[in-house]
């Protein structure tokens, strides 16, 4: 069974007063323990489906579908119930902890509020995150315990917003870009800590990023969203080895400039879409090498091919044929 099930969830959100909609029937399961990469470009909506889950999703959105916890429906949560799953069974990591804590409370303050909220008394609460600290690399965790958010680096923030998640020892961590903020050695620093303390306590997670590339080193299967829609559900292992859909081929393509590394080369020419833009076709035929007359006017299904899911009428043809797109050279050599 899976620990959360995202089932046909679409969502619209208010626009000038008109509802636009940001996600198209998106359908994803976790398994317990599971890491699941969400990726995509900007405006893809992946913020939107994390969001979702906890039900933070702007004011006004209207949601469609279902998301169940454990085989509760999240959506169909009354107040308690919905507190309750926040506070004790999912965390959510977000990439500006800046603006998820409070400025004017101390570090501790903010760590210990989340279990005393919970009944735990604050001696034990306090043991409890000073070694949260220590375990995601916080040294001198006692003085900076004291300290103010604006005391403390970007990087150092963010373990803090680790520690806080998985004080409340969750199940599923919901963590959305987390390291997109910090400088790079931070950024894997704080990467593999994240990683390290999710495995050893089975947590399942989904993992918002833009960075295939990241979400591939720590995540068992890769969710490709793309204006609003699921397109490709992959196990990490066959990601590169058997490629199945052209955008994921050119998200592999995308590699950090050697030069610059923060700089992604363009290898997908055009501009993506917004959910509400796209037509009656497959929403990446504008800029799909391979689009042909059917992929304009038929949307093609999430279906089910081998190891995973894939979106794309000519996915078996073209199977073997897309290793050339991700790796340049690779046909030639
Ligand atoms: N408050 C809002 N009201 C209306 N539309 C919104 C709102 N927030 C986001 N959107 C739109 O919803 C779509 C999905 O946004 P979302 O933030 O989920 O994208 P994302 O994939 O997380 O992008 P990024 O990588 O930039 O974080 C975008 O088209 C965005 O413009
Ligand atoms: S359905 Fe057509 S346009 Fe869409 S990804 Fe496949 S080949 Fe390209
Ligand atoms: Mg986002």
């Known amino acids: ?75 169909a949560m009354g107040r308690p119930a919905l507190r309750h799953f926040r506070t004790h069974d999912v965390a959510m990591i977000f990439q500006d902890p800046r603006a998820h804590i409070n400025p004017v409370r101390t570090v501790g303050d903010f760590l210990v ?6 009944g735990e008394r604050r001696e034990s609460a ?16 006692e003085r900076r315990f004291r300290q103010f ?17 998985l ?14 903020a910090l400088d790079v050695t931070t950024q894997s620093d704080v990467m593999v800590i994240l990683d390290a303390r999710r495995r050893e ?21 890769i969710a490709v969203l793309y204006a609003g829609l699921l397109i490709e559900d992959v196990p990490t292992g066959d990601l590169r080895r058997d490629l199945r859909h052209p955008y994921t ?5 995308s590699r950090p400039d050697p ?27 504008p800029r799909c090498p391979f689009a042909v007359a059917r992929c304009l006017s038929e949307r093609p299904e999430l279906r089910d091919l081998d190891t995973g899911r894939v979106a794309c009428h000519r996915a078996e043809e073209l199977r073997g044929q897309l290793l050339s797109i991700a790796t340049p050279g690779a046909a030639s050599a």
């Open 259 to 285: 030069v610059s590394p923060r700089r992604r080369l363009a290898a997908i020419p055009g501009r993506p879409l917004s959910a509400f833009e796209i037509g009656p076709g497959c929403p990446f035929a």
């Open 167 to 180: 004080a409340v020892s969750p199940t599923l961590l919901l963590a959305d870009e987390p390291t997109t």
């Open 201 to 221: 306590r089975g947590l399942a997670m989904l993992f918002v990023t833009h960075d295939l590339e990241l979400a591939a080193a720590v995540c068992d299967r």
């Open 249 to 253: 081929a050119g998200l592999l393509a």
């Open 126 to 141: 306090t043991t409890t995150v000073t070694a949260l600290l220590a375990s995601v690399g916080v040294s001198d965790p």
């Open 149 to 165: 958010p604006h005391e403390l680096s970007g990087g150092l923030l963010q373990r803090v917003m680790i520690a806080a998640a």
């Open 1 to 75: 069974m899976s620990v959360l099930e995202i089932d046909h969830l679409a969502v619209d959100l208010p626009v000038e007063g008109v509802l636009r909609r940001v996600l198209h029937d998106v359908t994803l399961p976790i398994a317990p323990g599971e890491a699941v990469g969400l990726v995509g470009e900007s405006g893809a909506g992946k913020s939107m489906v994390s969001r979702a889950v906890i039900r933070l999703l702007p004011e006004g959105a209207a949601v469609h579908g279902d998301i169940r916890y454990a085989g509760d429906s999240v959506l």
């Open 113 to 118: 509020e989340a279990l005393v909220e919970r």
